[in-house]
């Protein structure tokens, strides 16, 4: 996004998307944090700025079972294509993992089967080691 002008609410919600780290928040959080960062920012905005930061690559979207609505974070500028997520199907836990085994299937399934997976919205479900005790 080098380069492109940055509004206030812009600028507040990458904020707001940075505090939060590897966190995922929806948009009723992030309304809720902008609020008490004092920034006046309608829904409709929010919705606006997240949709064009994910097609600028700044941020990743993924609907997890247990929120209602999607999920936001904010995308590290290094981060590798070699990721997907997983969800914790008892805790709902969503946590993102970057493996480079993941390009092999990534690779295999494009020329093989012709299609290519988008990694930022690949999510395989299973149990923490937490739960799974």
């Given amino acids: 996004m080098a380069g492109k002008y940055k509004t206030k609410q812009q ?29 006046s920012v309608g829904i409709t905005t929010i919705y606006r700025h997240l949709e064009k930061l994910e097609q600028d690559g700044v941020v990743a979207r993924i609907n997890v079972e247990k929120k209602q609505g999607a999920c936001y974070q904010y995308v590290m500028e290094d981060e590798s294509d070699d990721c997907f997520y997983i969800e914790c199907e008892k805790c709902g836990q969503v946590s993102k993992m970057e493996c480079h085994h993941l390009s092999e299937l990534y690779s295999h399934v494009n020329a093989d089967h012709h299609f290519s997976i988008n990694p930022k919205k690949t999510v395989f479900y299973g149990k923490c080691d937490r739960c799974a005790k």
């Fill in 11 to 39: 600028i507040a919600i990458i904020d707001c998307l940075k505090d939060h780290g590897k966190n995922y928040v929806t948009v009723v959080e992030i309304e809720k944090y902008l609020k008490e960062k004092e920034c």
